[in-house]
């Protein structure tokens, strides 16, 4: 499944979908870290929100707001709230890495909310984000920088074969040192 980024936007074939359940495939910049906590790891330097009562994530594809942060009055949640409040008390969501799929400008049933999260195990799918063991996000946390503008290439090892120099990626050899 496509998704909607830097690169694999205008690809033919099946694109990514609101609850597909599958993650988008293509080249997408990294949006800013979210997390319960009041900072990030020590060593780490990357833009950052720490959530709150308030925050979410709007997965609605008729809301205007798709695929956007927004900051609601927890006092006064709309009744949509529950749903796509970010504050779960969740292990799985204490570090959320946004992948910006979709996002330039969203377009409504595209696909929302891809992250970089906590795995819940070494088994255990997620509906579309990328997840990892708490130590391997927080040494990605610590790695990401915002001067280097970081990028996420998530495809299908026949197609990083395909287009890795079309695109600019790194070759597969260094492609394989970096995983």
């Known amino acids: 499944m496509w998704g909607r980024g ?8 099946p694109h990514k ?4 359940g599958r ?3 293509g080249v997408f910049r990294i949006g800013k870290i979210y997390t319960e906590d009041p900072a990030l790891p020590a060593g780490a330097d990357f833009p950052m929100r720490t959530i709150g009562r308030g925050d979410a994530w709007i997965d609605d594809p008729k809301h205007p707001q798709y695929n956007q942060h927004v900051v609601i009055d927890p006092a006064n949640p709309p009744p949509w709230f529950e749903k796509q409040k970010m504050r779960h008390g969740d292990f799985a969501y204490r570090w959320l890495v946004e992948i910006r799929h979709n996002s330039d400008p969203p377009v409504a049933g595209a696909g929302s909310a891809i992250f970089f999260h906590i795995r819940r195990g ?5 509906a579309g984000c990328t997840t ?5 996000l927080v040494s990605l946390i610590k790695w990401l920088r915002a001067e280097h503008r970081p990028h996420y290439a998530l495809l299908p ?3 990083y074969l395909a287009k890795w120099k079309a695109w600019g990626l790194p070759s597969p050899e260094e492609a394989a040192l970096l995983l």
């Open 6 to 13: 830097v690169l694999g936007t205008d690809e033919p074939g």
């Open 17 to 20: 979908a609101e609850r597909d």
């Open 23 to 25: 993650a988008p495939a």
């Open 122 to 126: 070494p088994q255990r799918p997620s």
């Open 132 to 136: 990892m063991a708490q130590d391997d």
């Open 157 to 159: 090892k026949s197609e």
